[in-house]
């Protein structure tokens, strides 16, 4: 039996799990949440969907990660979310003592899985799960800059009216204040960005890319971005498990949290990198052809992120 399990039955948890069963990818898709019946009834909720649409995947809600074993992916997406004037920064802490405990139970359950971590700072808590785990780095990947390119797409997508699948895009770098954007990757119908926008618009496009997650926040005065986060998480594992969806292809470069050995002169830590994804995690770190400067400003946004780790 194909199992998937969902960590963290919130609001992004629902949207993975719901995006995970309606694929119809997996025989079953489990949740995992502490609190009360929750996950039962977002599990029940979501199985009450499926002759709607169109799917029969068995969905489950559990109190703990030992009733979730043999799984083949894991999504953590369990711990504090951000409120309106807070950073990812300041949820090291507190996430840290809950991702890792939930991490070496994965371990014990599902020692051959591959975990998708969600949790922010997510690019702190994707190595942290890799150090609790011992997981092999290709096997640990973080959600972050499919998410940001998403927001950037769509955001650029808007401005220069025209369709999401005519802007191209990558995100990299840490996902927060060093995300960096290569303009020299970013096409709008296979042209130039700098070609058809202006540079201060352009400018201003990436500048609210970073910031989306905090005006996502502000905007809803309680809670944080869901539904491009999950659907974000679930997209991860569908290129892994082969479940392709209208804008996912088998091989696409997207970007992920991973551990590079070398690639663009960073070895060690986890970063926001372009790669192609296969059954097992990571499959490849493509190297893009960067400026000078894009390639300064990874390599800053590398160094800070293992800063922040080192101070954990």
Do not use: C
Not at 12 to 28: K, P, Q
Not at 107 to 113: K, Y
Not at 234 to 248: E, H, K, N, P, W
């Amino acid at each position: 039996m194909s199992r998937v399990t969902v960590i963290g039955a919130g609001n992004v948890g629902t949207i993975a799990g719901m995006s995970l069963a309606a694929s119809g990818r997996f025989d079953e898709v489990v949740l995992v949440d502490n609190a009360g019946g929750r996950a039962a009834g977002i599990a029940l909720d979501i199985t009450h969907s499926g002759p709607l649409l169109g799917f029969s995947t068995r969905v489950r809600g559990e109190r703990t990660v030992a009733e979730a074993g043999a799984s083949e992916y894991v999504i953590i997406t369990a711990g504090r979310a951000r409120t309106p004037g807070m950073g990812r920064a300041d949820l090291v802490g507190v996430n840290a003592a809950i991702v890792g405990d939930l991490a070496a139970q994965v371990a014990q359950v599902s020692p051959g899985a591959v975990i998708v971590v969600v949790t922010n700072p997510v690019d702190e808590m994707t190595q942290h799960v890799q150090a609790v785990t011992g997981f092999p780095t290709e096997r640990v990947i973080g959600m972050a800059g499919l998410l940001d390119s998403a927001r950037f797409r769509a955001l650029t997508a808007l401005e220069a009216k025209v369709t999401n699948e005519e802007v191209s895009a990558i995100a990299l770098g840490s996902h927060g204040d060093e995300m960096v954007l290569p303009l020299s990757q970013a096409t709008i119908d296979g042209r130039p960005i700098l070609d058809v926008l202006d540079a201060d618009t352009v400018d201003g496009l990436v500048d609210r890319a970073r910031n989306s997650g905090g005006e996502v926040v502000g905007l809803l005065g309680n809670g944080s971005a869901f539904v491009a986060p999950g659907t974000s998480a679930a997209r991860m594992v569908l290129d892994m498990a082969g479940g392709f969806g209208r804008s996912a292809v088998a091989g696409e470069t997207i970007s992920a949290t991973v551990a590079p050995s070398g690639q663009y002169g960073i070895d060690g830590g986890y970063v926001g990198l372009p790669v192609r994804l296969g059954p097992t995690g990571v499959a490849e770190i493509v190297e893009l052809d960067l400026s000078d400067d894009e390639l300064t400003q990874l390599r800053s946004a590398a160094a800070a992120i293992a800063e922040r780790v080192s101070a954990m």
